[in-house]
T-cell receptor
Framework: DGGITQSPKYLFRKEGQNVTLSCEQN?????MYWYRQDPGQGLRLIYY???????QKGDIAEGYSVSREKKESFPLTVTSAQKNPTAFYLC???????????FGSGTRLTVV | DAKTTQPPSMDCAEGRAANLPCNHSTISGNEYVYWYRQIHSQGPQYIIH???NNETNEMASLIITEDRKSSTLILPHATLRDTAVYYCIVRVEQKAAGNKLTFGGGTRVLVKP
């Protein structure tokens, strides 16, 4: 079945370390997105990519970086510059004409 | 994209219909109404969307007022598994990939036995 896979499901990081969250989709979708969700809050857009080798900052891009070298992959790196990285991270994808966005199951990042 | 207003929470009895309201008074003529839901600790799930006509699928019905300033998502027979946060979003038609999806606070629905 087609879908989006995020890994790992849970991730622990020491302060000052960079960490990369994986997002892979086999839906042949053109666009991919990264959202951050804090407890009891809605989703906030970090970065998005409309096409391979191109991406744009979302509303809260500071302290994060992405790459889009392949259509099916959109990894997110949480850098040490992100002051409060503990959150639930969601990846999504879509294409023109699709019925909405497809989301992954999320990665819960905790800084220890 | 137009802003939406939803009640922060509501309860519903199992087996009864759940009616979730959404106000979008600044909606533009080319903006659709989308509904998603997020079960705890999972990614949001697409439910339904519409422009001006009422829509129905296997999950829910969407009723949009004639002036399009508000809409109601109807879960016809709520089950305990429908307990989730429901998000109402308005945005332009997805003719091109890359349109951003902006989420508000949503409505936290609790289905009780």
């Amino acid at each position: 079945d087609g879908g989006i896979t995020q890994s790992p499901k849970y991730l622990f990081r020491k302060e000052g370390q960079n960490v990369t969250l994986s997002c892979e989709q086999n839906l042949n979708h053109d666009a991919m997105y990264w959202y951050r969700q804090d407890p009891g809050q809605g989703l906030r857009l970090i970065y998005y990519s409309q096409i391979v080798n191109d991406f744009q900052k979302g509303d809260i891009a500071e302290g994060y970086s992405v790459s889009r070298e392949k259509k099916e992959s959109f990894p997110l790196t949480v850098t040490s510059a992100q002051k409060n990285p503990t959150a639930f991270y969601l990846c999504a994808s879509t294409s023109a004409g699709a019925n909405g966005y497809t989301f992954g199951s999320g990665t819960r990042l905790t800084v220890v | 994209d137009a802003k939406t207003t939803q009640p922060p929470s509501m309860d519903c009895a199992e087996g009864r219909a759940a009616n979730l309201p959404c106000n979008h008074s600044t909606i533009s003529g080319n903006e659709y109404v989308y509904w998603y839901r997020q079960i705890h600790s999972q990614g949001p799930q697409y439910i339904i969307h519409g422009l001006k006509n009422n829509e129905t699928n296997e999950m829910a019905s969407l009723i949009i007022t004639e002036d399009r300033k508000s809409s109601t998502l109807i879960l016809p027979h709520a089950t305990l598994r429908d307990t989730a946060v429901y998000y109402c979003i308005v945005r332009v038609e997805q003719k091109a990939a890359g349109n951003k999806l902006t989420f508000g606070g949503g409505t936290r629905v609790l289905v009780k036995p």
